[in-house]
Structure formats: C-alpha cells, structure tokens
C-alpha cells in the first residue's frame, strides 16, 4: 500500500482519512502544492488510483527524491539497498561514522542523490529536515535501534502512485494560479507557531513567517474566487483564524498529535484547523467536478 516512505514533521497521515472524506467527490486533478512526505496525496491514490496529480514544493531535494522514485524505481531501490545492508551490518560506532560519512557525500546521479536523502531521512535524529546557511543538511545521527531504511515493497507502490503526477520545485502562490474548477487542491503550509518556544517551521533555507501566512489567504482567495474547491489545514492559532473568518469559510477544528517533537511536554495533543471554501466554490459536487 502506497504510504509515506520518508519521517516529515507535520506529516498528515492520521488526519488523511478526515481530509479525503471531505474533499469533493470527483476531481480532475488533485493538487498540493506543500507536498512534504504527500501523506494526503497516497491516501487519494488508494482511495482513487490513477487521479492526475500536482505535486509541489518548496524543498528541490525532495522533489529530486520524488521525480527519481516515479521515472528511476530499480536504480533507487538498489542505490537504498546497499546503503543499508551496509548500515545494518556496522555496530554502534560504525553506523555513526557511516552516517557522516553520507551526509558530507554529494553523489553525482540523481539515484544516488535520492538514495542519501532517504537514508538521512531514516537515520537522522527523529526524521527532521535542516540545512545550514550554504544549504547543506546537518542534522545528527538519529541512533534509532532498528531503522527501516529499505522497504522495496513500500517503494515500489510509491512509485506506482507517482505515475500520474506531475512534480515542480516551487513556491506555493505559482501553484495555485495554475489550478482551475474541478481540480482540489490541498494546502499543508508550515505551520503558525502555537507558542514562541514551539517554533519548528525550518523546511527550507526560509522560514515562513506571518507574511506567508498572509500571501497564503489571499491565494486561498483566489481560488475561491476562481471556482476552485481547496482545503487548508494550519495550527488553531487565533492569527490564522483571524485571516480566514467571516470570508464564507468552513472552519473546523480537530484534535491531533504533532508526529514530530523532540520534547515530551510538548507531544500532547495540538488542535489543527481545518478550513475549506466549499460553501463557495459551485463546482463543488456539482456539473464542474470531473466533468474535465
Ligand atoms: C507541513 S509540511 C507538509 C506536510 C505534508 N502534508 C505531509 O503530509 O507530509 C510543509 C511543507 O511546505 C514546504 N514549503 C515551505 N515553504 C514553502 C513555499 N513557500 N512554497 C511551497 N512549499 C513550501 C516545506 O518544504 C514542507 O515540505
């Protein structure tokens, strides 16, 4: 079953099933211009396999990581394969100079290239993604037990779900001009910051900040003027909340564990907001959805 194969802070594999029952019933393409681990594009691929998909962001390695599973599937899983046959037969210290060793490596094929950020991905300390001023990634060795780095089953139906998709290294607002009635599009941005300590949004070499936030309504705007069905989800921060009232959204809001966080305190359940332009948007269930 086509899952995500890599650890991505705010990952929505748990809220995938609340998503995908509410997203209009027919779509032309499905569209997420935040990929991240595409924890919701696997799920619509499940439910309704072979839908054209979009999928973008802002992270240029993870959409080499992507593009390379869906065209380059046997030259990965064998590039994988060897990273962690070699990994798991190294001990404590062994495994731990391996994982320097790799992340200061610049392999020249994409192959290679997507085979090291999976085996970071799966061996860094809890799955996370940094990347200094030059935009080298330095986070540590995760020193997990039993990391499973290679999973040829799960690659192969990733790969197979990729077929119909379209990959793009891009901001968001380009995205989103480019979808049309009868498309969904689905927007996971790094989130607003409940609290000045929980300040997690470091994807990329740039942060996004409130005026993202800000660009990002008023492409959500956008879209809803243009007839577009969208979903956006964001922490139920009264700032976000703030921008989309009163403009004739659904604001729903749900419990939900934050996957990634190295502090215990901080693991407890946090409420997500859920907001979509369904009220709207006519094409929503009506002629327009999947007419095309
Ligand atoms: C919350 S994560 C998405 C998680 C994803 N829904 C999942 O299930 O794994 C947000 C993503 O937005 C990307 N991003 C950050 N700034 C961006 C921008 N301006 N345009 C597009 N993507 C951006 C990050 O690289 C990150 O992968």
Redesign the pocket.
């Known amino acids: 079953m086509a899952r ?1 194969f890599l650890k ?6 748990k809220l ?1 099933p609340t998503i995908l029952s509410a997203a209009p019933p027919a779509m032309a393409r499905y569209i ?9 594009f696997f799920a619509v691929e499940e439910a309704r396999t072979g839908t054209p998909a979009l999928l ?4 240029a390695e ?1 959409i080499e990581t992507y593009t390379v599973l869906r065209d380059e599937l046997a030259a990965l899983d064998g590039a994988l394969a060897r990273l962690a046959a070699e990994y798991a037969a190294g001990d404590g210290e062994e495994r731990g100079a391996m994982y320097y060793r790799v992340r200061a490596s610049q392999p020249s094929t994409p192959a290679g290239r997507a085979a090291r950020f999976i085996f970071l991905n799966r061996t860094c300390y809890n799955g996370l ?1 940094r990347v200094n001023a030059s935009g080298g990634f330095n986070v540590p060795h995760g020193r997990y037990k039993n990391p499973r780095i290679h999973d040829g089953a799960l690659l192969a139906a990733c790969s197979a779900a990729l077929q119909r998709a379209e990959l793009r290294v ?3 607002a380009g ?1 989103c001009e480019e979808a049309r009635p009868g498309d969904f599009v689905y927007l ?4 607003q910051p409940l609290s000045v300590t929980a300040n997690f949004t470091g ?2 070499r ?1 942060d ?1 900040g409130p005026a ?1 936030q800000r660009r990002l309504r008023d492409a959500f705007e956008d879209l809803s003027r243009r007839d577009v069905a969208a979903m956006l989800s964001n922490s139920d921060h009264e700032f976000i909340r703030g921008l989309y009232s009163g403009l004739g959204y659904r604001l729903v809001t749900v419990p939900m564990a934050r996957a990634i966080n190295s502090r215990g305190s901080a693991r407890a359940p946090v409420p997500e907001l859920l907001v979509d332009n369904f009220g709207r948007v006519g094409s929503v269930g009506g002629e327009a959805a999947g007419s095309r």
């Open positions: 995500p991505w802070a705010g990952g929505k594999g995938a997420e211009p935040f990929a991240g681990a595409g924890a919701v973008a962001d802002a992270n993870l993604f891009a901001d968001f995205i996971d941005p790094p989130y994807y990329t740039a996004f993202d």
